[in-house]
């Protein structure tokens, strides 16, 4: 800190105290202004690394969803490799999906293009026996309606698809 300015000797000038005393505001003001400065940019730094945070967290769910279908992806193809037999195959298919999709029913059904139905080869959820005698004659329900068109059908809710028959197994 700067010593009072004498004028004469144990005399302090007014004057000169007052500019000493003005700069040393100003000092302060400077250094206040340049704290908050740099709190500003402190505060934008955590805002963007908060960002990034949410960033790196989405992408590492990403990843562990993509790893997790690798996984799948390889454990299901290592399978199929190890049996010729379709049915088997599908039923194991058929297995996965069920517990990856986690959904109550689910069923493999095949076009036999002589009667013009489909008959279920494999199923989850419903009596197999009651599934593989059931046939459902292209162009009814959902999966009729598949098999005619050609085109795929999503059905969030079954309860709530008018194409959806009430007499599937």
Known sequence: MEEPLE???GKI?????????????????????????????????ME???????????????LHREITRASLFTEIS??????RNLEKNLEYLLGR??????VEKSSVMLLDSSKQELRIIAARGVSLEKARAFRLPVGEGVAGWVADTGRRLIVPNTHKEPLYTRTNP
């Open 7 to 9: 004028a004469e000797e």
């Open 13 to 45: 000038d007014p004057q000169r105290e007052m500019e000493r005393l003005r700069r040393l505001v100003e000092e302060k003001d400077t250094m206040l202004r340049q704290q908050e400065d740099a709190l500003g940019r402190l505060r934008l730094m």
């Open 48 to 62: 963007e690394l908060e960002e990034k945070s949410r960033q790196l967290d989405e992408a590492r769910e990403r």
């Open 78 to 83: 290592t399978q199929l490799s190890m049996s």
């Open 97 to 102: 999906l069920h517990a990856l999709m986690d």
